[in-house]
């Protein structure tokens, strides 16, 4: 199955920000898709939670040099 979970992401300061954040992100096993928003700093993840958790991706995301926590 896939969840849905939504992440804010802080740091991002231009359009190349997101597209780094989401190859990044899209690029852990068992992320299927990510879509960021510079705009309003969120990040949707759909992911497989066999593979990989919520904190996982928070932590990618912070390994990145971005500020991520967990919305939802
Ligand atoms: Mo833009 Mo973001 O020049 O890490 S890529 S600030």
Redesign the pocket.
């Known amino acids: 199955g896939t969840l849905l979970g939504q992440f804010t992401i802080g740091?991002?300061?231009?359009?190349?920000?997101?597209?780094?954040?989401e190859g990044i992100l899209e690029a852990l096993s068992g992320v299927k898709r990510a879509v960021v928003s510079l705009a309003t700093s969120l990040g949707d993840v759909e992911y497989d939670p066999v593979i990989i958790c919520k904190d996982d991706i928070v932590n990618a995301v912070e390994d990145?040099?971005?500020e991520g926590s967990l919305v939802q």
């Open positions: 740091g991002m300061t231009c359009a190349a920000c997101v597209n780094s954040v990145a040099g971005f």
